[in-house]
Structures are given as structure tokens and as C-alpha cells.
């Protein structure tokens, strides 16, 4: 069974630049969870989707966004990146929106922004 | 909302030794606590979970606590092997049913 897939695996954009994040899940799996990884604060969540509706949403600004397809794979956009946005991008994949469901990770995005 | 701390930041053991990892939540309503671990260039892997039901779980050579009362859960590594080399992520569900990571540890074992 493959595992979680996310497209790029490396990115290096400019400050003020839009970029969006894709993440293929696990077949079967309808529920996908965003999380921002970085040195200082270890994994902090963005959103978790599941059969295409935002079901949870962590502390990042509205520059922060994404969506769920039919197929459940997902995207993220960040618009009008700032340095701090420089971090690696964690797509996670479970069978149900309850948390109980293991999430499974794919290897992430990592991002640049100069 | 949940608040999940861990400490160490870092931990270096002997090859062979154990290894005692600790994490405390805030939340008394949180009733899932799985630890994750991730290694290099590679996203984090479920390697252990606990529900607030039980105190105690083992899985070879890894075993998880959890002390409801004083809001604090355990990773216990024994007979450590360079390949446990790796970050470790405790994580804990809220009332809000979403996972709250700590920072990680850093767990070095010296050949």
C-alpha cells in the first residue's frame, strides 16, 4: 500500500510570493491534517479535512489555506510568505476524522523563503 | 486549549542502556496520548499510543505510562540500539479532538 505522497519536496520561494503544497493520502483514507514543523516549536497544526470540509483549524493567520478534493487529496496555500514561513510542511493521513485513528505522515515539504 | 511540554530537549544514552522520555499535558480532558518518532528526511511515525483507560502499555522493547492525576505520560526505550537514534514527538487529544504535539527530543545512542 503506498504510503502518504507530497509534491514538492523542496521549494524556495520569495518573500511576498504565493506557493501551494499538495498532499496525496493514504488510498482509503479521507481524512488529511496539515501541520507546520520548525526547530523552535516542533509541530504545530494548521487544519485537518476530512470528505472535503474543514473540520479543525490551529492558530495560523488567513494567509494560511486549503482545501480537500472528492479523490481526498489536499492542497495548502500560504499567500504573501514571509520568512517565518520557512519550515517543513507535514501532510498527515487518517481513515476518520477521530483522533483515535492513527495519523500516517508523508516525508513533507520543505520550504525556503528568502 | 492543550498545552503538551516535554523535556528533555535532548537525551544521549549508552547502547544498551534505557531511555526515559517525559511529557505533561494540560488538558484533563485529553484521553489519547500517542508518541511518534522521526528520523532523518523522513515524517514522523506512530510507534506507540495509550488511552487515558489504561496506565500502562508495552510493545517489546518500548512501553508507554500514563498518571492521569498529576497530567503526565512516559516513553520507556529499553536495550537501546543505534537505530532508536532519532526525534521523538509525544502528542495529546484535547477536548477539541485535536492532536497537540510537544517540541520533540533529540534521543542519541552512542554505539
Known amino acids: 500500500k503506498a504510503g502518504v505522497t507530497q509534491t514538492p519536496r523542496y521549494l524556495i520561494k520569495t518573500r511576498g510570493q504565493q506557493v501551494t503544497l499538495s498532499c496525496s493520502p493514504i488510498?482509503?483514507?479521507?481524512?488529511v491534517s496539515w501541520y507546520q514543523q520548525t526547530p523552535g516549536q516542533g509541530l504545530q497544526f494548521l487544519f485537518e479535512?476530512?470528505?472535503?470540509?474543514?473540520?479543525n483549524k490551529g492558530n495560523f493567520p488567513g494567509r494560511f489555506s486549503g482545501r480537500q478534493f472528492s479523490n481526498s487529496r489536499s492542497e495548502m496555500n500560504v499567500s504573501t510568505l514571509e520568512l517565518g514561513d520557512s519550515a517543513l510542511y507535514l501532510c498527515a493521513s487518517s481513515l476518520g476524522s477521530n483522533s483515535y485513528n492513527e495519523q500516517f505522515f508523508g516525508p513533507g515539504t520543505r520550504l525556503t523563503v528568502l | 486549549g492543550e498545552n503538551v511540554e516535554q523535556h528533555p530537549s535532548t537525551l544521549s544514552v549508552q547502547e544498551g542502556d534505557s531511555a526515559v522520555i517525559k511529557c505533561t499535558y494540560s488538558d484533563s480532558a485529553s484521553n489519547y496520548f500517542p508518541w511518534y518518532k522521526q528520523e532523518l528526511g523522513k515524517g514522523p511515525q506512530l510507534i506507540i499510543d495509550?488511552?487515558?483507560?489504561?496506565g500502562e502499555k508495552k510493545d517489546q522493547r518500548i512501553a508507554v505510562t500514563l498518571n492521569k492525576t498529576a497530567k503526565h505520560f512516559s516513553l520507556h526505550i529499553t536495550e537501546t540500539q543505534p537505530e532508536d537514534s532519532a526525534v521523538y514527538f509525544c502528542a495529546a487529544t484535547g477536548a477539541n479532538s485535536k492532536l497537540t504535539f510537544g517540541k520533540g527530543i533529540t534521543l542519541s545512542v552512542r554505539p
Open positions: 488510498s482509503g483514507h479521507r481524512s
Open positions: 495509550i488511552r487515558s483507560n489504561v
Open positions: 479535512y476530512f470528505s472535503e470540509t474543514q473540520r
